[in-house]
């Protein structure tokens, strides 16, 4: 598959680049994307969800009740769970919902990823480029240079830079990354990829 190379002004370089078929043109994996995904999610949450059971209630131990002849169910505890302010029964507790997934089966999730964005005609080649200062109107303008507007979008870079990540913070519907920082759910929650020619090789030459 070719694809033609444009400028920051959204016009035609008169280059193209050709898009590996073993990483845009495979059988996409739809469990290989369900289960990254799910992995990315599931290490972004803290986990810190805490609830007291009785033996962490502030309350005193006196037995509230007689034993017999009141009528109701016998009660030992003002912090039983069957009583208002008492502990909850089995609540959560503080853990660690990270899980291992093999190396190949991320690697399969990213290219069935690429593979959808590619069937979809939603890549699109940047030549590259430098801003000299931070600066959002210049990262807006390449926006609207480029009819992108209203997209979700994803710039990946084949290395950090400092001055685009910053121009681009402030813009909403828009991220940065670089491939070492790539992931599988940020291909798949962005309607448009924008790959820049040096890490388009990258990815190419890696794969």
Known sequence: MKLAIVNITGKDTGKTVELKDSIFGIEPNDHAIYLDVKQYLANKRQGTHKAKERA???GSTRKIKRQKGTGTARAGSIKSPVFRGGGRVFGPRPRNYDFKLNKKVKSLARKSAFTYK?????????????FETPKTKDFADMIKNLE??????LLILGEINKNLYLSS???PQTKVVTLSELTTYDIMNSSLILFVESSLDKLQNEA
């Open 56 to 58: 962490e209630i502030a």
């Open 118 to 130: 590619a069937k979809n005609n939603s890549i699109k080649i940047l030549e590259d480029f430098q």
């Open 148 to 153: 992108i507007q209203g997209n979700k979008s």
């Open 169 to 171: 913070r402030n813009i």
